[in-house]
Each structure stands twice: as C-alpha cells, then as structure tokens.
C-alpha cells in the first residue's frame, strides 16, 4: 500500500508538471513561417505566411506555392497583431495566446464590415505539400460553366496542373486570372486555396458520374458559386465580340483629369503627354490583376521612354476619399517600384466610372483596361484584364502582347 501511494504521488506530481508546462505562455515568435486556416461560412481555407519581426520595420508575406505577397502594413502592440490592406479595404486582428494567434479578417464596406475568424500556429516542421487526393483531379485545360451565368458573360477557363507533389491551379476570366491557388486533397477531391489579404478563396472539385464540379468560395460574395468543368474547345478565354470594349467614338481622344500624388490636377492635355505616344491604365490599387500588370507597364516605361513612350495610372479605388487614394496609390508605388504617374480618379462605384469611363468607353467591364494611344492622341488598342503568373505560359505572352502594342502605338 505504501509503495501504492508513493507511485500515485509520482504520477500525480508527473502529470501536474505537465499541466503546468502546457499552461506556460511561449513568447511571440520573432521569424519564422506559419501555418493557418480562415474560416468562410462554408469552407476552410489553409494558408501559410512568414513573419519577421527582429528587423526594426515588421516585414511578412503570403506564401502560395512558389509565389510570395508581401503584406503592406503590419503593426503589433505586445501580443495584439494586426495586418492592415489598406488598398482592398480589409484587416486582420489576432492575438498571441502563447500557441496561436486567434483573430479575424475584416472585410471593410460601406456596406458593411464582414467578418471571419482565422487562426495561425508557427509552423513546426516543413511543409510537406499537398499529399494525394483520393481521385486524380482533372489536368490541363477546362471550361468553366458556372450556374446562372449567360453567354454574354464570357468563357471562363480553367488551368490546372501538377508540379511535384503539388496540385495547383487558376481559373483564367476575360478580365484576368484568379491568381495562383495552391490544392489540398478532400474526402471527395481537391480543394485549391488563395489568401493573400487582396483575396481569401477556394475552389472545391470534386468527381461524380457527369465529370468533375465544384464550387468557388470568395469572401467577397455572399455564397458560393457552383460550376461544372469540360474540356475547353478554345483555349482563349474571351468576351463576345458584340461585348468587347471599344471608344465609343474611335475619332477623340481618352480625357482624364485625376490628382497625383501631390495634390496636383494631371490631364490628358498636359505639355508631358503632347506629341507621345501613351499607355492610360485603369485600374485600382484593390485589384490583384493591375498589381500583377504594373510591373509589366513600368518596363514599357523604361524600355520605350527614350522613344516618346509615357504611361499613366488611373486609379478608381474603393472609397471616395482622396487622402485614403493617395496613400494608397504611394504604398502601391513603393511595392512595385513604380515611376511613372499614378493618379487618383475617385471610387469605383457607377457614378464616377459612368462620368470618366463609360461615357468614352463601350462595354467597359475589366480592371485592369490597357488603352494604347498613338503620337497623335488615337486610341489603337485597347488591352481588356491581364493573366498574371498564376497562368504559367500564358503570363509570358501577355508580357509579349503589351511590349507589342506599345511599339505599335510608337509608329
């Protein structure tokens, strides 16, 4: 009975050193990268990041296969962290509970402020991908057909491939791509995940007797959107030719009038832009298609400057806010290393595009939209969304096609 009590003792003091152990609170990590998950109302969405803060200025990005997003704005207050996308007009709030931080994506609107919970824990080992889904998920190219939407709307493709042991994937729209996602095998397929703060989405696939289908989970949209795949008869994704945009009178000049970042008036009249060719840009700096066009732009305004080449940025950003636009519109310049002017237009709401887009342009419908403007103030071509790296080979040829129709606008 003795010897009872004295291995009793011992396992009680054994397992209170363990409670005692798991209670104690690890501090903050400095570096490192982290495993998460974000919760929309009907899907999960795993994410990683990394996070350095030993530097004197926080530093992090979104890690989604091979591709990196750096997070704009990172601000901590002991173990309270938050993540500020300014631009897109979201936050996440979380805090450190010595194992994980807990907190939410904020999705700021007008509207209304959505909400989601998320949590990340540092992660402990290396990734180990994305393992094997039950059934080999559909490779190469697909049609998109999602429910309720009509011819008119364009053709939705699919690109979705293996590199590894990694499943991944985009789908590609006429107005641009849906950046890289990355798979995760599910009870019944593969799941392709994307969150980078501008976007928190997910792809389900899933086999059954007609072929592969799924649904496309956003946080911004109020639910999801099912769709079927099948193989792609053109692999161009595209806008009828009824629905393609145009000016409206293809004889005047595209005139703007938007504030620079200093406060300035800049207008399509200026003495900079007399007797050159141009290249106006409409886009948002909330819009992961212009971020990945950008850099694309700034090389069209360094290869072809010397030759009387300029290009203009056109921002119509989330809020009518002017202050907020300029702030914006410099933390997009200093991401992308951005020379040539970036001017702020006002919100994307239909009252400003009606008043300085839709009444130039016919069947505006992408950001961004590339007009290519001739020596002479004529509009050559217009360049409708853009396909980012997400879209392998296709990000190389739309590089191709904007050197193209700037040196065509230079003639």
Not at 353 to 375: E, G, H, V
Request: with cysteine; proline share 7%; charged share 20%.
């Amino acid at each position: 009975m003795r010897y009872t009590r004295i291995w009793l003792n011992r396992m009680f003091c054994f397992f209170g050193l363990l409670a005692l152990m798991s209670c104690q609170k690890n501090p903050f990590p400095q570096r490192g990268t982290w495993n998460g998950t974000l919760r929309l109302p009907e899907a999960t969405i795993p994410f990683r990041m990394e996070l350095n803060f030993s530097d004197s200025k926080p530093t992090g990005n979104f890690i989604v296969g091979n591709e990196k997003t750096s997070i704009p704005e990172i601000s901590r207050n002991g173990d309270a962290l938050t993540f500020s996308f300014s631009e897109y007009g979201a936050e996440m709030r979380a805090v450190w509970d010595g194992h994980e931080l807990k907190g939410d994506y904020l999705r700021l609107r007008a509207s209304g402020t959505k909400t989601f919970p998320f949590s990340a824990s540092p992660e402990l080992a290396p990734y180990a991908g994305s393992g094997s889904p039950p059934v080999e998920p559909p490779l190469g190219t697909f049609e998109v057909l999602f429910e309720n939407r009509k011819p008119e709307d364009g053709v939705t493709l699919a690109r979705l491939w293996k590199s590894g042991d990694s499943y991944l994937g985009t789908f590609i729209a006429p107005d641009g791509d849906y950046g890289l996602l990355e798979g995760m095998p599910t009870a019944l397929g593969i799941q392709l995940n994307r969150v980078t703060g501008w976007q928190a989405i997910a792809i389900e696939l899933q086999a059954g007797g007609a072929g592969w289908s799924g649904k496309f989970h956003a946080a911004s949209n109020d639910k999801p959107l099912a769709f079927r795949l099948k193989p792609a008869t053109n692999p161009e994704p595209a806008m009828p030719t009824t629905k393609q945009t145009a000016m409206k009178n293809p004889e005047s000049s595209f005139a703007f009038a938007c504030i620079s970042s200093s406060g300035d008036t800049v207008r399509n009249t200026d003495d900079r832009f007399k007797g050159k060719a141009l290249a106006v840009d409409i886009m948002g700096t909330w819009c992961h298609n212009c971020m990945d066009e950008s850099p694309v732009l700034q090389e069209l305004h360094e290869k072809y400057g010397k030759d009387g080449f300029e290009v203009v940025g056109l921002s119509f950003e989330i809020k009518e806010d002017a202050t907020l636009g300029r702030k914006n519109l410099a933390l997009y310049r200093d991401r992308f290393g951005i020379t040539y002017p970036l001017l702020y237009c006002g919100s994307v709401d239909d009252a400003s595009q009606d008043k300085q887009i839709r009444n130039q342009l016919q069947n505006f419908f992408a950001f961004p939209t590339t007009l290519f403007i001739d020596k002479k103030g004529k509009v050559q071509s217009v360049h409708s969304g853009f396909r980012g790296p997400g879209t392998g080979d296709q990000f190389p040829l739309q590089i191709q096609k904007l050197h193209e129709l700037a040196a065509q606008a230079l003639r």
